[in-house]
């Protein structure tokens, strides 16, 4: 079985620059998260759905940041404009259930020049 | 709201001895408690988790923790490590029964070396 996707695996944009990301979640599952991942940090949840609906997006810069998951599937998560401080791996994560153990992808490393 | 501390940001250590890697975590509430892994460039993997019941939780390739509710801790352990288990180790803490929204500490790299 596949598990979570994400591409690209690796993004270097000039700042000011948008950029997206893609996620593609493990089959059947409904529930997806979007993390940040600072250099020697944890991962910080940005944005959950369930299904389509955004129901934590209480730590998503909103001026800047934008997700979407149009059909309940695949998500992307969007920064415009990009700034210095965004350097971070992003990382999608997918669960069956909103209770249930969460399946993280590569990530996306981002650099911001 | 909870939080995670991991004192040890890097843990060197021969291959077959004993290793422990240190978790603390704060809580008003009742958690689950996790080990996530995270190996070069891949994402990250469960490696045990703790919900209820027996405190002591093992993985498939020799790993344990123990849930130590006095203490606040749920320090990850293993009694004769391997080149393969070079890693780095993520504890996360989530409030029990509440949306499975996790919280992570800073991480801690294991470092096996021959």
């Known amino acids: 079985e596949a598990g979570v996707v994400q591409s690209p695996r690796y993004k270097i944009i000039e700042k000011k620059q948008p950029v997206a990301f893609w996620c593609n979640p493990i089959s059947g599952h409904n529930t997806l998260y979007w993390y940040l991942q600072n250099l020697g940090q944890g991962p910080e949840l940005l944005i959950r759905y369930e299904n389509e609906e955004a129901v934590d997006d209480s730590q998503l810069p909103k001026d800047r940041f934008s997700a979407e998951r149009l059909k309940g599937v695949d998500s992307t998560l969007k920064i415009q404009p990009a700034e210095l401080g965004d350097s971070a791996v992003y990382l999608c994560?997918?669960?069956?259930?909103?209770?249930?153990?969460?399946?993280f992808g590569p990530g996306t490393r981002l650099t911001v020049t | 709201a909870q939080s995670v501390t991991q004192l040890d940001s890097q843990v060197p250590v021969f291959e077959e001895a004993p290793v422990e890697l240190r978790c603390n975590y704060s809580?008003?509430?009742?958690?689950?408690l996790f080990w996530y892994v995270q190996y070069p460039n891949q994402g990250l993997q469960l490696l045990l988790k703790?919900?209820?019941?027996?405190?002591l939780v093992e993985s498939i390739n020799g790993f344990e923790a123990e849930f130590n509710k006095s203490q606040t801790s749920f320090h990850l352990r293993k009694p004769s490590v391997h080149i393969s288990d070079t890693a780095e180790y993520f504890c996360a803490v989530s409030k029990a029964g509440g949306g499975n929204k996790l919280t992570f500490g800073t991480g801690t790299q294991l470092k096996v070396e021959l």
């Open positions: 703790y919900l209820s019941g027996s405190t």
């Open positions: 809580s008003s509430v009742s958690v689950y």
């Open positions: 994560a997918s669960s069956l259930g909103v209770l249930d153990e969460q399946y």
